[in-house]
């Protein structure tokens, strides 16, 4: 890609559609999977450890990245260990989740990626907008994703993990055609339960990519059940 994105950055990008700049998913389950994907950059910069399925914070010093930074000062402040399913569903849940959201969709517009507009409802409502200002990276991020699945390639490490958390979020549909998305789900799966991103991963890194995909998938069908039944 010409201009570098984050994990988290990348993931967020796959969750608005570009001509229009709308939510292409539940906004719950996006926030699982975009709070997952900073605790896997937070493992990758080795601020936070996974010891008997519990998360620890092993380095408090800012990043310099607001989203990040926001989610290591809520962990540094709980002042006691919590698995990192329980850390995913209480960010992704609560009214940081809407800081972090905004400090990532910044990232994206102050590169150019999108932008932001303002429309109506019932001419009277107003909200934002964030259509694709370039739509290059979208468009090949789909493809670097269709291909690994398809074409069963071996990907780069952020976009073995990106589909990591498409597959625990349910998101795939979004980006396969419908004589596709079956085959797609059964690669993901065995992607995801044969360990193949262990291959491009740290030890601490997949330690943390295990449980977030885990922590993601309990707490989304949690969350989709009480949405159901309300």
């Known amino acids: ?29 996006s926030m699982y999977g975009l709070v997952g994907a900073i605790m896997l950059e937070l493992a990758e910069l080795k601020k936070i450890n996974i010891e008997n399925k519990k998360l620890t914070l092993t380095n408090q ?8 930074d926001l989610v290591v000062e809520r962990i540094a402040k709980a002042g006691r260990q919590k698995k990192i399913g329980t850390w995913i569903s209480s960010i992704a849940q609560s009214g940081l989740s809407r800081k972090i959201k905004a400090a990532v969709r910044n990232n994206l517009i102050k590169k150019r990626i999108l ?10 409502f107003k909200y934002n907008r964030y259509p694709a200002r370039n739509t290059r990276p979208r468009r090949q991020l789909i493809t670097e994703i269709q291909n690994l699945i398809l074409k069963r390639q071996i990907g780069a490490k952020e ?13 795939e549909n979004n980006f396969f055609i419908r004589e596709d998305r079956k085959k797609a789900r059964k ?44």
């Open 61 to 68: 010093k800012q990043t310099g990245d607001e989203a990040l």
């Open 115 to 124: 932008s932001k507009r303002e429309a109506t409802a019932l001419l009277i």
């Open 187 to 230: 690669r993901i799966r065995e992607i995801m339960k044969n360990n193949e991103i262990t291959k491009v991963l740290d030890g601490t890194v997949t330690a943390v990519q295990g449980a977030v995909i885990a922590a993601i998938a309990t707490t989304a069908v949690v969350s989709a059940a009480s949405t159901s039944s309300g």
């Open 159 to 171: 976009i073995m993990m990106l589909i990591a958390l498409i597959g625990a979020t349910k998101m």
């Open 1 to 29: 890609m010409e201009t570098e994105l984050t994990l988290k950055e990348k993931f967020l990008l796959l969750c608005y559609t570009p001509d229009k700049g709308k939510p292409v998913f539940y906004s719950t389950y």
